[in-house]
């Protein structure tokens, strides 16, 4: 997150002396460094009441390995998001459907805020896109309020609860082993978004409201690496930052301001880019005015998109190159077998305006494997959907 941020106190020369008040005996706050690959990317100091290295206990891990049903395939599928069953705990109602070495894409129904326990994913950034519900993001960091349309992204390490004000919550989510930046194409040579970038540093929504607790007691953090989850107990509350600066914390970013790029023309699918990594893109398709060529075809050509697995999360509108598809809907189009408009959509496109479709789009530069859960909800005949009646 290229925008250096601060919340609480901090010392004026980092790596020295800060105390805590007179009246708390005056002894020292304990400095963290929090980056990123190594010591080169972004990083956060922090500075904890505690040092924050007191494990407790160590309890019995579990395997969260997600199951593999399908492999190796060409199919085209379909999954029907909303299928997935509401959980009253957040870890629980995550329930991972593509996943490949890079990168696990899920879907959550959460129906409780995250208070029993702290969760931290160790392996991956995490990625959660608010499809329904609202609340707020905690972490040392400090919190984010999120609503519908909110991005929220939290870096590899960061220990967060989250609360939702209602029960009624769906997420589309995504971990990803690489760290998950903006387009480097966006920014300039000192990081900041350029005029041309679809959306700009006045649009995030960064971490507010430091909590600061001075607790000793038995802290369960759920550590997430490797595919298992090791429960970890802690002496001290995990939220005890009294000041922090740096580049590294989790930040949010609504999908309703990223600003859509138009043309005579039909633009290709580049212009949607919001976030990159090493390993796949992610893409926002927002309500835009369509191509304003007199011949224009606003529905895209076919693609062979030969490089790259194609998921999409339909979150609303109307999905104009796609018949019989619904919110919470996602389409997986693997790589290696062209995909376009379904039969129609093309031609009917013609003389459209504008469109008011909203979604995610998910390119993964390495083959995507099918989950057990995926195929639960999968429609099983959206591969021949693109057959002339
Ligand atoms: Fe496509």
Redesign the pocket.
């Known amino acids: 997150m290229p925008i250096y941020h601060q919340l609480g106190n901090i010392p004026p020369k980092r790596h020295t002396q800060f105390r805590k008040p007179e009246a708390e005996g005056a002894g020292l706050y304990y400095e963290e460094v929090f980056g990123t690959i190594g010591f080169e990317g972004m990083s956060s100091l922090l500075y904890h009441v505690a040092r924050p290295t007191q494990v407790k206990s160590l309890l019995s891990p579990y395997d969260v390995t997600p199951k593999i049903a399908d492999g190796n395939s060409l199919m085209m599928r379909k999954l029907i998001g909303f299928n997935i069953s509401p959980e009253s705990d957040y870890l629980d109602s995550r329930v991972p459907l593509l996943v490949n070495r890079d990168v696990t894409i899920g879907l959550a129904a959460p129906q409780h805020s995250l208070t029993r326990y702290f969760y931290k994913n160790a392996d991956a950034d995490e990625l959660l896109f608010v499809h329904r519900g609202s609340g707020r993001l905690r972490t040392f960091f400090g919190s984010i309020p999120f609503q519908y349309g909110d991005y929220m992204l939290i870096p590899r390490g960061v220990i967060y609860q989250i609360d939702f004000d209602t029960e009624d919550n769906r997420l589309f989510y995504l971990e990803s082993h690489a760290p998950i930046y903006t387009p480097k194409r966006y920014r300039n040579h000192f990081g900041q978004l350029m005029e041309q970038a679809p959306f700009c540093e006045r649009d995030y929504i960064l971490p507010r409201d430091l909590e600061t607790y001075d607790e000793k007691g038995d802290f369960l953090v759920k550590i997430k690496k490797q595919n298992t989850m090791h429960p970890v107990v802690y002496a001290t509350h995990p939220f005890d930052v009294v000041g922090w600066d740096g580049y590294n914390y989790p930040w949010a970013f609504s999908i309703h301001n990223f600003e859509p790029i138009t043309g005579r023309i039909h633009q290709p699918p580049p212009v949607h880019q919001t976030f990159q990594t090493d390993a796949f893109v992610v893409c926002s398709f927002c309500p835009r005015m369509y191509d304003y060529h007199p011949l224009a075809i606003p529905a895209?050509y076919n693609?062979s998109?030969i490089d790259s697995d194609?998921v999409l999360y339909y979150v609303d509108g109307d999905f104009m190159s796609r018949n019989d598809i619904a919110q919470g809907h996602i389409t997986l189009?693997p790589g290696g077998i062209p995909?376009g408009p379904h039969p129609g959509a093309y031609e009917r496109s013609i003389g459209k305006k504008e469109t008011q479709e909203l979604a995610v789009m998910v390119d993964t530069f390495r083959p995507l494997m099918v989950t057990e859960a995926a195929m639960d909800i999968d429609d099983g005949k959206y591969y021949q959907s693109w057959l002339e009646p």
């Open positions: 895209p693609h998109n194609e189009h995909h």
